[in-house]
């Protein structure tokens, strides 16, 4: 494991959401990991060991669908401007209340510069497969880099060690950083 001290030009966030609801079945992060409670979020985020965003850098946020508005807001607490989204579309619905969720909404902003991406058909949603619990499919990593020009990039509450990626989370490393080659 090493600490990666560059300043990142493309950071992924998936929080652990402590969600709400869902009835008398709990299928709720916690029962996988450690959540966070809405209103220390951005202290989470913005405190980590990892958290060294570039001058110039994009943010891409997960958010959960009832999350929406207080992702948008974390987004600005950081000192990002909200520009789009991607979405992914699942290939078979989940848990909700008044909707079935069959898709996950990932906030993309900027600070600094834009920075335009090099390759510009990169279209909004993709559509993959889920696997194990909040695990986001190669699919989507492969937008993100085609997006977000160059290096180094960070990956906050990872799961897996990706290639290319500086990695923070307690599923890959028990909350340290590691690059992967």
């Known amino acids: 494991y090493t600490m990666n001290l560059d300043r990142f030009k493309t950071?992924?966030?998936?929080?652990?959401?402590?969600?709400?609801?869902g009835g008398k079945?709990?299928?709720?992060?916690?029962?996988h990991y450690p959540?966070?409670?809405d209103?220390?979020?951005?202290g989470v985020l913005a405190t980590a060991p990892c958290w060294h965003p570039a001058d110039d850098c994009h943010l891409w946020l997960w958010v959960s669908n009832n999350r929406l508005p207080l992702g948008l807001s974390i987004m600005t607490t950081l000192g990002f401007r909200y520009v789009t989204n991607l979405v992914w579309v699942?290939?078979?619905f989940g848990i909700g209340q008044?909707?079935?969720?069959?898709?996950?909404?990932?906030?993309f902003g900027v600070r600094g510069k834009t920075m335009m991406p090099p390759i510009r058909n990169v279209p909004s949603v993709v559509h993959a497969p889920r696997t194990?619990?909040?695990a986001k499919p190669d699919l989507v990593f492969d937008a993100?880099?085609?997006?977000?020009?160059?290096?180094?990039?960070?990956?906050?509450?990872a799961r897996q060690p990706r290639s290319g990626w500086t990695v923070w989370g307690n599923e890959v490393n028990t909350g340290g950083l590691h690059d992967e080659p």
């Open 132 to 134: 194990r619990h909040s």
């Open 90 to 92: 699942k290939d078979r």
């Open 144 to 157: 993100i880099e085609r997006v977000s020009p160059g290096e180094p990039r960070l990956e906050m509450f």
């Open 98 to 107: 008044y909707l079935r969720g069959q898709h996950e909404i990932c906030l």
């Open 11 to 21: 950071i992924v966030a998936d929080p652990p959401w402590a969600e709400t609801g």
């Open 39 to 42: 209103g220390d979020m951005a």
């Open 35 to 37: 959540v966070v409670k």
């Open 25 to 31: 079945i709990c299928r709720r992060a916690q029962k």
